[in-house]
């Protein structure tokens, strides 16, 4: 299996027809759970992931009293896959949501100030959780992109007079820059060949990995490279590029 | 008194939320389902049968039904921690109990049928929804069963015994009573049954006709689905 794909990619082949540089259908639904302050699907040809958004209050960190908090985790549901089980989260499902909260968080699209309740007492937290209800491959990318499609879905909870949450949304959406807005791709190798948005079977046989997020202004937020192969310097300038284009191409699906 | 009952969304005591069934909703799976009641929202997909994992649980005289269900965190008003739950494990294994009944599973001795149920969207009455989805991703995946299982909670709020209870129904009035149900409707055999609230004997007996009635109406939606992927339209003329 692994030399019959090493030579379709040398070859510049796809199992499905695609190009190197092509992504599959890519899909994105909106409000998809109505309890949530803000949700999405997202499909990438076979692979599905839920993501939604919930706020809470709580105490903010010392060293930023008046900045709210976020945090990502993700289950990968041992439907979506054979290979997955039950149980405490995976590596694999630690490190996607590492990478996906590292993008959200330093690209800075969600203005924490506006986050802040009262100083040194109260800020919101988002809790931003990503289930993997089918994996055809390529799931970093599609739970990235159902992370942000939820962040843009999400109404303000309200809050009573003596800062409890109500569970009724406002009519506030929550305070995103859209210029900072992430998106990420993440690019594979098999052999000498760079390629895009891999099937389950492909992604099986890759050598190596790195996933890249970049804001609609072209500036790069997170990168995390896997897999046991090395990369060249120039590889990892291709990554980008092909990154850029993929992740530009995303955000017009995502408007 | 029953005349002058309304219900919150209008409906009438006996009957059913619109409900919404399609199969093969997880691509990969060998057999899936969703299954939609009101707003109450649950998958279900199969992956089996396979060799059981650990082998020390394996049987050497029948298969296994191992079921997996859970809300997802945002499912529902506040923030669900993520992963099992003593809820979630309880739920699973009624869930299993449910089945089981309407399944022979002799014929495959050593591997188990892994069922998961996740509820994406919840307005109470979460588990029937997740046995009428599983009934259906086990039919899906092939798995041969008796009948088709189908589930409904009963019971009763403010005095009035009613069908499908939703959220708002399930904290209404001073003592509102929750009975899942699930039956094989055909042959008229409850396969789950839980209750708690505070209801009579005469109350429980009617609320369990209702369910047996719904439970038909629910088993005709589960068929449509079947029909929908399988049978072509021409045959279904």
Redo the contacts between chains.
């Keep these: 299996m692994k030399d019959y794909m090493k030579s379709l990619i040398n070859d510049e082949k796809r199992f499905d027809g695609r190009k190197l540089n092509e992504f599959r259908n890519v899909s994105v639904t909106n409000n998809?759970?109505?309890?949530?302050?803000g949700?999405a699907i997202v499909k990438i040809g076979?692979t599905?992931v839920?993501a939604?958004?919930?706020m809470?209050t709580t105490v903010p960190y010392p060293d930023s009293p008046d900045d709210g908090t976020l945090m990502v985790?993700a289950?990968f549901?041992?439907?979506?896959?054979?290979d997955f089980s039950?149980?405490?989260?995976s590596i694999q499902a630690i490190e996607l949501a590492r990478v996906i909260d590292r993008g959200i968080r330093e690209s800075k699209m969600v203005d924490m100030k506006k986050l802040c309740i009262t100083k040194g007492e109260l800020v919101w937290m988002a809790?931003i959780?990503l289930?993997i209800?089918?994996?055809?491959g390529n799931l970093i990318d599609a739970a990235a992109l159902a992370a942000i499609a939820a962040l843009k879905d999400a109404f303000m909870p309200k809050l009573d007079k003596e800062n409890k949450l109500l569970?009724e949304l406002s009519s506030k959406k929550l305070p995103i820059i859209e210029d900072r807005v992430p998106l990420t791709c993440t690019v594979f190798k098999i052999g000498k060949n760079l390629f895009v948005d891999p099937v389950?079977a492909e992604e099986k046989e890759n050598d190596a990995r790195i996933s890249i997020g970049i804001s609609s202004e072209g500036d790069i937020n997170s990168m995390q490279k896997g897999g046991i192969t090395a990369l060249t310097l120039d590889e990892i300038d291709q990554a980008v590029e092909l990154a850029k284009k993929a992740t530009d191409d995303l955000r017009k699906i995502l408007k | 008194m029953a005349k002058a009952f309304k219900r919150n969304d209008g409906r009438k005591v006996d009957e059913m939320r619109p409900m919404e069934a399609k199969l093969g909703v997880?691509?990969?799976?060998e057999g899936?389902a969703m299954f939609k009641a009101g707003?109450t929202?649950a998958?279900a997909?199969v992956?089996g049968p396979?060799e059981v994992v650990p082998a020390h649980k394996q049987r050497a005289d029948r298969g296994l039904l191992r079921c997996?269900y859970d809300l997802?965190?945002?499912?529902?008003?506040?923030?669900k921690r993520?992963?099992?739950s003593r809820r979630s494990s309880e739920i699973g294994m009624v869930i299993e109990n449910a089945l089981l009944p309407a399944m022979d599973l002799s014929d495959w001795p050593y591997t188990s049928v892994?069922l998961?149920v996740?509820i994406?969207?919840?307005d109470a009455g979460t588990r029937c929804a997740g046995i009428n989805a599983a009934a259906l991703a086990l039919a899906d995946a092939g798995i041969p069963m008796k009948e088709l299982v189908s589930a409904v909670a009963v019971g009763k709020v403010d005095g009035q015994v009613i069908v499908d209870i939703d959220k708002h129904e399930e904290d209404q009035g001073e003592f509102p009573t929750d009975i899942p149900v699930a039956m094989m409707p055909n042959s008229g055999k409850v396969t789950l049954l839980q209750l708690d609230g505070k209801i009579t004997k005469d109350e429980l007996n009617s609320a369990l006709k209702l369910a047996e009635k719904s439970c038909k109406e629910i088993q005709e939606v589960q068929k449509q689905a079947i029909r929908a992927k399988y049978v072509s339209k021409e045959e279904s003329k």
């Design positions: 998809v759970s109505e309890n949530a302050e949700s076979d599905e839920i939604g958004v919930k809470a985790t289950e549901l041992p439907m979506a896959n054979p039950a149980g405490p989260p809790f959780d289930y209800i089918n994996d055809d569970h389950l | 997880v691509k990969s799976a899936s707003k929202i998958i997909a992956r396979r997996t997802l965190s945002f499912s529902v008003n506040d923030r993520p992963g099992p892994d998961y996740y994406t969207q919840a």
